[in-house]
């Protein structure tokens, strides 16, 4: 099954996340199929970046987003 989900990057105790779609067997930061945004939640407001399009081609081929993902799609679709 192919997800869409979080790769967190950045230092310590200073996340940073490229939304990804990638294989749900696949490790959090391991090989991906695609990166179609990012997320940052340390500014403010947090700075999200998503490919509408991208998205929206990975659900309508039967990618599955994760919990957070989910929200983030909302939150940018509003």
Known sequence: MVRIRLMRLGAKKKPFYRVVVADAKA???GPFIE?????????EPAEINLDMEKVKYWLGKGAQPSETVK????????
């Open 27 to 29: 490790r959090r930061n």
């Open 35 to 43: 990166i179609v945004g990012t997320y940052n939640p340390k500014t």
């Open 71 to 78: 929200k983030l799609i909302e939150r940018v679709s509003a």
